[in-house]
């Protein structure tokens, strides 16, 4: 019944910046874990950026400096602030998140960069 809805997503200018926010549709819920996917046209998905429980993030080397992971002071929602946008960084950005033990994902937002 946890239903994840990803917001923020546009199209943009490269070199520009978006701020996506993932939370849990229907009231307040927790995202102790996340992380960000993204799918591009004709690429598999893969993993963007993550943060623990305890905080600690990671980001995929290719947006290691561009983007940043960050939750809420209740741990909701999660963001990820994406900087210096490319052309390349175009894709539906999907969060999965929840407890330790159990996440959820949410349906995508799609991010466009382009001129």
């Known amino acids: 019944q946890v239903q994840l809805v990803e917001s923020g997503g546009g199209l943009v200018q490269p070199g520009g910046s978006l701020r996506l926010s993932c939370a849990a549709s229907g009231g307040y819920f927790p995202l102790d874990v996340a992380e960000w996917y993204r799918q591009a046209p004709g690429k598999q998905r893969e993993l963007v950026a993550s943060i623990t429980d305890g905080g600690t993030v990671n980001y995929a080397d290719f947006v290691m400096g561009r983007f940043t992971i960050s939750r809420g002071s209740a741990r909701t929602p999660v963001y990820l602030q994406m900087n210096s946008l490319k052309p390349e960084d175009t894709a539906v950005y999907l969060c999965?998140?929840?407890?330790?033990?159990?996440?959820?994902w949410g349906r995508g937002t799609q991010v466009t960069v382009a001129s």
């Open positions: 999965r998140g929840g407890s330790v033990n159990w996440q959820y």
